[in-house]
């Protein structure tokens, strides 16, 4: 099973500012299938990043991904109000899918 | 547009089997593999369970694994969860999910409002 690990654990930022989440795996994750999703209280998680860094439908070009192998990165360039929640990655590319821990984006 | 509506969520006992539902609609569901997701009251997102689009393939969590069943009905544009053997650490709100394409491996595109089960004395 590949383990997946999100630094930080918390990350507090003003809007406006920048964003840098980072996800490491515990082994190499095949053809970059890693994604990144948001999640808001109470709601289901929303899909944000596929194959480390194709948007998925309708979200905004702040948010962006790169990486391969074991290290990938989510970063969001301006942060909106909105923005402020929980972030997962998950690695998909193998017969037993993993997610990370989530990194909490809180307002400073 | 596309929508899934998990049901049979509840409170049951320790050692108790319980089914859930996950009622799909606005795509073509037979063509799609389907997941379920799990997210323990305060804590992060487990992966559960996945099946192929025709139900030939099914994969587990380690940690569910010989206890659940993941299964579907194409006709009924339904996906299922039987839960047996439920354990406190089983408490969670379960979500189902599709898979964003077909024939591949791939993200999570929606996701259902999920059902919250709780496994207590």
């Known amino acids: 099973e590949i383990v997946l690990t999100q630094s930080p654990g918390t990350l507090s930022l003003s809007p406006g500012e920048r964003a840098t989440l980072s996800c490491r795996a515990s082994q190499s994750v095949s053809s970059s299938y890693l994604a990144w999703y948001q999640q808001k209280p109470g709601q289901a998680p929303r899909l944000l990043i596929y194959g480390a860094s194709s948007r998925a439908t309708g979200i905004p070009d702040r948010f962006s991904g790169s990486g391969s192998g074991t290290d990938f990165t989510l970063t969001i360039s301006r942060l909106e109000p909105e923005d402020f929640a929980v972030y997962y990655c998950q690695q998909y590319g193998s017969s037993r899918s993993t997610f990370g821990q989530g990194t909490k984006l809180e307002i400073k | 547009q596309v929508q899934l509506v998990e049901s049979g969520g509840g409170v049951v006992q320790p050692g108790g089997s319980l089914r859930l539902s996950c009622a799909a609609s606005g795509f073509t569901f037979s063509s799609y593999g389907m997941h379920w997701v799990r997210q323990a009251p305060g804590k992060g997102l487990e992966w559960v369970a996945f099946?192929?689009?025709?139900?030939?393939?099914?994969y587990y969590a380690d940690s569910v694994k010989g206890r659940f069943t993941i299964s579907r009905d194409n006709s009924k544009n339904t996906l299922y969860l039987q839960m047996n053997s439920l354990r406190a650490e089983d408490t969670a709100v379960y979500y189902c999910a599709k898979d964003l394409a077909t024939g591949g491996w791939f993200p999570l595109d929606y996701w259902g409002q999920g059902t919250l089960v709780t496994v207590s004395s």
């Open positions: 099946i192929r689009y025709d139900g030939s393939n099914k």
